[in-house]
């Protein structure tokens, strides 16, 4: 018989100031072959059940036998023999494509003479041979990941493990990424063991492992997950502009399960023995349905309403973003390119692109941190080219990394926030106690924000962006690397805020979030591609052998041909 290529008996690990054990009694059996996905919440134990996978974590109780060798006497023929990329993979970014290669040929002691065929063969599969001298720096996100992973893979590998190396990067990217690792499952005989937040992910996958709080939850097959919801999932029917409603009204039914809002209207997960409401649709199970099921805490619905309005109202003409003819330079680099666009009080407002389009820079322009090279804007009435202190009064805005201070605890960040925005005194004490309650933050407060799991991280960081009632939220890809239940909550809190007229710009890569937004902007190479609404870019991709195209085929598509055109015309 074909002997397991990983094997975990009876593990736990623990670390040393959590609550409880990262992983408790894991038993876990990997057969040689195919993909198999790990998916959980945050502090599942997914980042550690890989660690102790790779040899660099050693178990407190049980054994992990990889590739024939237990991790605890002979980590280091583990390491030689396996492929482990974490999710902040160690590029040195002042150094080349080629220079990063050739180090990571040096400390994995591949043989000189073995070199070029092996480079040639990575850089064929990760399409990035144009690009050998390139500084590392200089890639785009998604470039960084392949060169992330063909670093890994420079010593082919029986065994790759991967932490979500899909997060942070555009749907494009995420494309070229699954057929790089099915193809090294198909020609190399590789066993792939990928962590990743995307549920759908698991389609790619021969067998999907679940855990929660460091346990197993189960490993099957994505359709033994999926088979109990039989019956159980409904599309209901809504138009465009009636989707956000519909969902907040049947998150709160006491039937409803889960509430996701889809192209074609709100989809339902309804509790054991509850019923669909009039005029809802069976839909076949998914496996994100599943995950839901399984993990949601029971007893979360609706959230509150929270008071979040400032007293002083955006201009009366409803609109409160004007941008016109925006440009920005860095050097002879022309990162933002004639980019216009409004957005109205109370809107969310989407700005999608594949990774380096220009979302980010064109975000920090309209926050007032990085100034225009050329064309005109204004945040709630303020031109920001004359008066940005005027206008960052109105706008709170949370960074990719979410911008904490990791060495300050729950409680230090946002008295820190508070004070930035100028609260003091009473005012202060109020907010603080608003956002540690309104959040769920009480038992984190005194826990620095380096220690905590992804989706508190998120909380606080908007929390602390929330501190001065804002009138305009910007939202830098917020939900990047956060698992679904987390992400649901995100979108509970930003949908009220919307309806209590607050305005939001949120760049995301999670395609099914843009459907969340009202009107939209798809941006690449520093240009506009489409506007309007998830429904008009969607149609922008429709064909005969596709009528009804999703959010990520309209984006993979309308971004390929953008960049086909810009190639052709070099």
């Known amino acids: 018989m074909t002997q397991p290529i990983l094997v975990f008996e009876g593990v736990t690990k623990r670390f040393s100031g959590a609550a409880g054990p990262a992983l408790e009694a894991l038993d876990l059996t990997l057969e040689p072959g195919g993909i198999v996905g790990l998916f959980g919440p945050d502090g599942a134990g997914k980042t550690t059940l890989l660690r102790l996978a790779a040899g660099l974590l050693r178990p407190d109780a049980g054994k992990v036998v990889a590739l024939g060798h237990d991790t605890r006497r002979e980590a280091a023929a583990v390491q030689g023999a396996i492929g482990y990329m974490p999710q902040h993979f160690g590029l040195y970014e002042d150094l080349t494509v080629q220079e990063n290669l050739d ?122 997950f999926t088979a109990p919801l039989a019956g159980r999932v409904y599309m209901v029917p809504a138009g465009e502009g009636e989707r956000r409603a519909l969902q907040r009204s049947l998150e709160s039914a006491s039937d409803v399960l889960d509430a996701l809002i889809q192209p074609e209207g709100v989809r339902l997960v309804l509790k054991e023995g509850g019923a669909p409401p009039a005029g809802a649709q069976p839909a076949a199970p998914r496996f994100e349905d599943a995950f839901v099921a399984l993990l949601k805490p029971a007893g979360t619905g609706a959230l509150p309403a929270a008071a979040v309005r400032r007293a002083d109202d955006p201009p009366s003409d409803g609109e409160v973003i004007r941008v016109q003819n925006l440009g920005r330079r860095f050097g002879s680099f022309e990162a933002v390119k004639g980019v216009s666009f409004a957005v109205r009080r109370g809107e969310v407002f989407g700005l999608l692109g594949a990774n380096g389009a220009g979302k980010t820079t064109t975000f920090r322009m309209l926050c007032g941190l990085l100034p225009p090279s050329s064309g005109s804007l204004s945040v709630a009435g303020v031109d920001l080219r004359s008066a940005p202190a005027q206008a960052r009064g109105h706008i709170g805005y949370v960074s990719q990394k979410f911008s904490l201070y990791g060495n300050l605890s729950v409680e230090q960040n946002l008295g820190f926030f508070s004070s930035a925005y100028g609260l003091a005194g009473a005012r202060r004490r109020e907010r603080m106690a608003w956002a540690l309650a309104e959040f769920e933050l009480t038992p984190y407060r005194r826990v620095n924000a380096a220690d905590l799991p992804l989706g508190y991280k998120q909380r606080l960081a908007l929390a602390s962006a929330l501190m001065h009632e804002p009138d305009i939220l910007f939202l830098d890809e917020p939900t990047s690397g956060v698992d679904p239940l987390a992400r649901r909550e995100f979108w509970q809190r930003i949908n009220t805020l919307a309806a209590a007229g607050v305005t939001v710009l949120i760049t995301t890569h999670f395609m099914e979030e843009a459907e969340y937004c009202d009107r939209l902007v798809l941006m690449s190479l520093g240009e506009v591609l489409a506007a309007g609404t998830p429904a008009q870019i969607r149609a922008r991709a429709a064909r005969e052998d596709r009528l009804h195209p999703s959010m990520e085929d309209a984006f993979v598509e309308l971004i390929e041909q953008h960049e086909a055109g810009l190639r052709s015309a070099a």
């Open 103 to 224: 180090l990571y040929a040096d400390l994995q002691s591949l043989p000189r003479a073995e070199r070029p065929q092996r480079y040639a063969e990575l850089l064929r599969l990760t399409a990035l041979g144009p690009f050998g001298a390139r500084l590392a720096g200089q890639l785009s996100g998604g470039m960084k990941q392949k060169l992330g992973l063909a670093c890994t893979l420079v010593r082919p590998p029986r065994l790759l493990l991967l932490d979500e190396p899909t997060v942070g990067v555009d749907p494009v990217s995420r494309r070229e990424l699954w057929a790089i690792i099915e193809r090294l499952v198909q020609e190399g005989g590789t066993t792939v063991l990928v962590s990743t937040a995307y549920l759908d992910e698991a389609q790619h996958c021969r067998e999907v492992v679940l855990l929660r709080e460091g346990k197993l939850i189960g490993q099957h097959q994505s359709a033994v």
